[in-house]
């Protein structure tokens, strides 16, 4: 899911309409190094701008920790709108 998307959800969840304002990939670096390592904003950003379709799938593994299925995006969201209050 983009950061695109999930802005989105997040809107939708508020109900109300949230701003996704994008960055060059300079801007969002600079951004990120100051609380961030650098292998860890390169990685980051490696995956924001162009994820592997495997960076994408959920893994199996998430249902066998919790007990239970993944839950979307938009359900978590939904289920946490005070956070973004």
């Given at each position: 899911?983009?950061p695109?998307?999930?802005?989105?959800?997040i809107?939708?969840?508020?109900?109300?309409?949230?701003?996704?304002?994008?960055?060059?990939?300079?801007?969002?670096?600079?951004?990120?190094?100051?609380?961030m390592?650098?292998q860890?904003v390169?990685?980051?950003?490696?995956?924001?701008?162009?994820?592997?379709?495997?960076?994408?799938?959920?893994?199996?593994?998430?249902?066998?920790?919790?007990?239970?299925?993944?839950?979307?995006?938009?359900?978590?969201?939904?289920?946490?709108?005070?956070?973004?209050?």
């Open positions: 899911m983009s695109r998307q999930q802005t989105a959800a809107g939708e969840a508020l109900g109300e309409e949230v701003r996704f304002v994008e960055q060059s990939a300079a801007q969002a670096r600079a951004r990120m190094l100051r609380f390592p650098g860890v390169e990685s980051t950003l490696g995956i924001l701008g162009s994820p592997l379709p495997a960076e994408q799938r959920v893994s199996p593994d998430i249902a066998r920790l919790l007990g239970r299925p993944a839950r979307t995006f938009a359900a978590w969201a939904r289920d946490n709108t005070a956070a973004f209050a």
